[in-house]
């Protein structure tokens, strides 16, 4: 008999997007939870009984009882998909906590909560769900430990569910919070380990995966938007694991260096080739190099005015971008009098890029473009 089961993680529901506005973040929010629905519609299409969220299913512990019940409710309207949720590092299982007040009330039917570590056979399978969760935002226990121990008839197969960190990802010491032991499927003889914390789709060897989150919420997110399904054919036999796309939406990080017209235009070009669909595309760029007044204006209305209207979000680092003034630029602010003489001497300071030189590029840029929009008013 095949085990068939989809591997998710840290959902977040509740994430607050600071860095994008008000109507953005509730989009993204939105999508978090459209992708719950789409994991019970992908269980449907391959035949997977059972969704396994390895932790953080929310972001935080003080939560609204609407953001406590919105992933409740997606889970319920797919009732031939057993779900089983574990609490993470970004919501613990604490006395009186968020999971106690799920439990407390009563979660569908078709919805377990593990707060417990202790293997759960499942009614009419042959295979085991060992949990690992979270009592702690940061632990030095490795808690996938107990599954070592755990004694089950022979011919079952074990699937372990946890959430934190293993080696690999920026530290070599076993003395890091959360850590989990790369190797715990050869020492408790699991077929598979689903994991979460890390937000991008991982493999650390054959039956031990991070799933990624099913939506991106970072820039710096990779193989993230996607679970994972998994097959599972005997106790012997390696897992068969595909990814399955999740995600609504696109994050974009670039690093460009224009230093014309002709280089914003091809930028601009690029970007609106990011994707067939670009309000579902968030986008990081950072921009260097030198520019005239005149083409630092263009970037301005072409770019960040432009074709940031045709994305959901896009974020600008211009601190590498420096203003390289020319004689055109200065004639355009004036031909002479003092505000010529003032021009000039802001882009002698400008020029020699020290003391005060990034304050005088920045007046003279300013400058100019009050000086852009004084014309086009007066025609």
Known sequence: MTIKFIHTSDWQIGKVFR????????????????????????AGEHGADHVLVAGDVYDMEALSPRSLNQPLERMRAFPS????????????????????????????????????PEPVVLENENFVLLPAPLLHRRTFDDLTAYMDDVDLPEGFIRVGLAHGTVRGFGSDDKDVPNFIAPDRPRLAGLSYLALGDWH?????????????????????VIDGGQALLVEIEGTNVVPGVTSIRT???????????????ADIDHLAAKL??????????LVHLDIEGPLSLEDRHYFQEQIVDGVSAALSFMRV?????????????LDR??????????????????????GDGGIAAAALERLFVEHMKLQADKR
């Open 200 to 220: 991008g789709k991982r493999q650390i060897n054959d039956r031990c995966w991070y799933s990624g989150t099913p939506e991106i919420d970072a820039f710096d």
């Open 81 to 116: 998909v057993r779900w089983h949720l574990l609490p993470g590092n970004h919501d613990p299982h604490r006395p009186n906590g968020l999971w106690d007040q799920l439990l407390r009330k009563g979660l569908p039917e078709n919805v377990s909560a593990h707060v417990v």
């Open 272 to 281: 609106r080739h990011t994707a067939d669909d670009l309000d579902r595309v």
């Open 317 to 329: 680092d211009d601190r590498r971008l420096f203003a390289k003034p020319t004689v055109e630029d």
């Open 19 to 42: 860095f994008v506005d008000y109507a953005t973040m509730g989009l993204l929010q939105e999508a978090r939870l459209r992708a719950i629905s789409r994991l019970g519609e992908l």
């Open 247 to 261: 995600g609504h939406y696109t994050w974009v990080r670039l690093s460009e260096k224009i230093g014309s017209h």
């Open 333 to 354: 602010i004036d031909r002479g009098g003092f505000v010529r003489t003032a021009a000039e001497e802001l882009k002698r300071l400008a020029d020699e890029a020290e």
